[in-house]
């Protein structure tokens, strides 16, 4: 019911009256509303009716006869898209806006996230449509959300293709999307071009209109700009951020309150191809067996200082994202890849972590300062490695691996989880095109940075917790009982045993995987041991790094590219009391943590951690794509696997020494009737025994390739290497896969075009 104002006045309300109703109201109020609250009965309703026109034609009001709102507000009930995330909290902007309106849309605050019933909703993320209740307050626009809406965006980067009747779909780059859209609009694009789209009504028949035209979809850079589009990744720097980064870099590095160590030999050991170098390190080794070490990490908190624009937009995008072909920064390129990046021969800010190692490798004692660093050396991995593995090693090397020895003792006696997973690197020439792609080789050098970097966590968290100081943790809880059930479960299909009774750690996962000595086997139990873990986030509160094996483990290393690693710094600096002179430009004034962070650090750290999880299944996908386009000329040829996972349909294999998981279905393996095993992770058939499960090696052609959205298909060989028959008759063709279509593409049911086509380039 809406509220009754006050001793209104007999007789027709005056057009204040009528606003400061509508803005009053605590539902939606249309014409039958208002006559209501005012007593209005005859033919005072029907000059009401005349009087709300005339206020929409003056620009007084909007919206319907059923549900009015003030102009420039917002109605009482709509649906909002949510924009941003600010601090854990959703902000949204009506999604109907119009962007002929005169004014920008209002910023509107979620304040509770529970639905009808109480039950809570699901954490909304940038591109969410919200139905929300909405209410106007002295400091802003706030919502109370009721029901969280299918998105419309999702889905809508696609190709341009045209059926056998010449009526435009929209062919879809997620893999997990399988039919086409008709396209209503399509406004520029041409067949054959990526586009983005938005649905234009409701009804999924209603098709979409294309709003943005990308280009050619198999062009060199178009695979991270799909990953970008379609997890909502933003990637372009509002212009007052880009002007507070110029304004950044004129804080001049006073010497006041910083260490001089521009004298020590600290090098940056990287990637040849690194955009940017957070971390460099040095030691000397001690009298007592020990060493004395260095970490030196770029002082962003520095710059960055918060409640500033800059600060804003990097707690947006929580974390660098890393493409083959280009880098979605946390930082504008001016501090990320300059004035904060630990440059050789540049005097740079740095926070530092002094630290002694025992001759046990155990870290005895640590501080924190802020300092000025000149980098001796930008050296990447495999030239640290060819050094080291040289007749001249330089000394500043041959110190650090010796104290890296020891930090790799105290590591074998604490027992981290040790699993063997290959990291897939894609190397791309001038034009941007594949030149190879293989598993990036691990050398000890990467060993080195490593434990050097886990060392400086460790201590920042360790003396944080000393002075009482919030803490941003990074946490790896252990694997859940019911994980561990399932473990067990699919271990005894072997003949091996997991007793629940015992304390699960690390160590014992280690143990189970030195134990199995078949090649194929230990693959199979690495996958098991893969699944049983929890996945790694951010939080204030301490539950220990069960990987690692650590009881207490923050991210201090990288504040270039992680939010967190920032938090970290700036909690350091008030611990430690390392606030600088106040800065002589248009910054604020502290350095440390705010207010604002101390209240909020649970909802930042849920934020930031589903941003590290977009950007990881963003980076995934493009590499899946770059995989499925570098095979895509290679259809036919015969591969040697692994098989990575199974499921009733069928099994997913992996390409040994290259990646690229693909589908092998299973009506694919022959003639018999195959049965699924779930304990076992098992494909068994029926009348031979033969089993497909996960770990396996085997021989499989490759059957097909898209690009566009990464997927791949396999087919198992016979003794000869010839594909095996597929189960019965020749199976029907799925929805869309019939030929008969018009120009370089299959025409399926209805004209619509395959969803499964991509093999390469277009052909």
């Known amino acids: 019911m809406a509220k009754r104002p006050p001793r209104r006045p007999a007789g027709l309300p005056s057009r204040e009256q009528v606003l400061e109703f509508l803005q009053s109201s605590d539902t939606p109020a249309g014409k039958r509303e208002i006559a209501k609250a005012f007593g209005l009965k ?358 650090l691996w010796g104290a890296w020895k020891l930090l790799a003792k105290a590591r074998h006696a604490r027992d981290p989880l040790e699993l063997e997973l290959p990291e897939r690197r894609v190397v791309l020439n001038e034009q941007g095109q594949i030149e190879e792609i293989a598993v990036r080789e691990r050398l000890d050098a990467h060993r080195v940075v490593e434990d050097f970097m886990i060392a400086a966590n460790v201590a920042a968290a360790k003396a944080l917790e000393s002075k009482n100081s919030p803490v941003v943790y ?90 967190s690693d920032l938090l970290v710094h700036r909690a350091l600096v008030d611990a430690y009391k390392l606030e600088q002179p106040r800065p002589k430009v248009d910054l604020p004034e502290a350095s440390g943590l705010s207010d604002r962070d101390r209240q909020s650090l649970q909802q930042i750290t849920d934020a930031i951690s589903q941003t590290e999880r977009r950007a990881m299944e963003a980076e995934r996908d493009t590499i899946d794509r770059y995989v499925a386009a570098w095979l895509s000329h290679r259809i036919g040829e015969n591969f040697e696997t692994r098989i990575t996972g199974v499921q009733s349909f069928g099994f997913f294999a992996t390409i040994l020494g290259l990646g690229g998981d693909g589908l092998v279905p299973v009506s694919t393996l022959g003639a018999e009737h195959f049965r699924y095993d779930e304990a076992a992770q098992s494909l068994v058939g029926e009348s031979s025994g033969t089993s497909y499960t996960a770990g396996d090696r085997l021989t499989l052609q490759l059957a097909e390739a898209n690009p566009l959205t990464g997927a791949m298909k396999f087919v198992p060989v016979d003794s000869d290497g010839n594909a095996i028959e597929p189960r019965g008759a020749r199976p029907a063709p799925r929805y869309g896969e019939r030929k008969g279509g018009k120009g370089k593409y299959k025409a399926g049911k209805r004209g619509r075009p395959s969803n499964i086509r991509h093999q390469g380039r277009r052909r």
């Not at 990074?474 to 699919?490: G, N």
């Not at 271990?491 to 090649?519: C, H, I, W, Y």
């Open 42 to 399: 005859g033919q005072e309703k029907i000059a009401l009716k005349r009087l709300l026109k005339d206020m929409a034609e003056e620009g007084l009001i909007d919206g319907k006869k059923t549900a009015y709102h003030r102009m420039g507000g917002v109605p009482k009930v709509t649906v909002l898209r949510v924009v941003d995330i600010e601090d854990g909290e959703a902000i949204a902007e009506p999604d109907n806006w119009s962007p002929d309106a005169p004014d920008k849309p209002p910023r509107i605050t979620m304040r509770e996230l529970k639905g009808r019933g109480g039950k809570r909703m699901p954490a909304l993320k940038r591109g969410d449509r919200v139905l929300s209740r909405t209410e106007e307050t002295k400091s802003g626009w706030i919502a109370h959300p009721m029901k969280k809406l299918p998105a419309r965006t999702e889905g809508l980067m696609g190709v341009v293709e045209l059926d056998g009747t010449g009526k435009p779909w929209l062919a879809p780059v997620d893999k997990r999307i399988r039919n086409s859209t008709p396209i209503s609009d399509l406004g520029q694009a041409e067949e054959g071009q990526l586009v983005i789209a938005e649905r234009v009504g409701r009804s999924p028949r209603a098709g979409v209109k294309v709003v943005e035209v990308v280009g050619d979809p198999l062009a060199p850079k178009s695979f991270s700009l799909i990953a970008i589009a379609k997890h909502g990744i933003p990637h372009v720097f509002p212009n007052e951020v880009l002007e507070e980064a110029e304004i950044a870099t004129g804080l001049a590095l006073s010497e006041e309150k910083r260490e001089d160590l521009r004298g020590l030999p600290i090098v940056a050991i990287d990637p040849a191809d690194a955009r940017d170098h957070d971390d460099a390190i040095w030691a000397s080794p001690r009298e007592d067996g020990g060493y004395d070490a260095v970490i030196a990490i770029a002082d962003v908190s520095y710059y960055v200082r918060p409640g500033s624009d800059l600060d804003r937009e990097a707690r947006k995008r929580g974390n660098s994202v890393y493409f083959p072909d280009r880098v979605v920064p946390m930082l504008p390129e001016v501090l990320s890849a300059d004035v904060c990046s630990l440059k050789q021969d540049q005097d740079r800010a740095a926070m530092v972590c002094h630290m002694q190692i025992d001759a046990e490798g155990m870290i005895r004692k640590w501080r924190f300062s802020r300092a000025i660093v000149r980098i001796a050396h930008n050296i990447a991995y495999e030239d640290a490695q060819a050094a080291v593995d040289g007749d001249n090693t330089p000394e500043y090397l041959t110190h």
């Open 474 to 563: 990074r946490v790896h809880e252990p694997p859940s009982r019911e994980k561990l059930i399932a473990l067990r479960d699919f271990l005894a299909t072997s003949g091996k045993k997991l007793a629940l009774g015992q304390v699960v750690t690390p160590g014992l996962f280690n143990r189970m995987l030195k134990d199995v000595t078949d090649e194929t086997e230990k693959a199979l139990v690495m996958e098991a041991v893969l699944r049983t873990q929890t996945q790694a986030y951010y939080g204030p509160a301490n539950a220990g790094h069960f990987g690692l094996a650590l009881g207490s483990y923050a991210h201090f290393t990288s504040p270039i590219r992680r939010y």
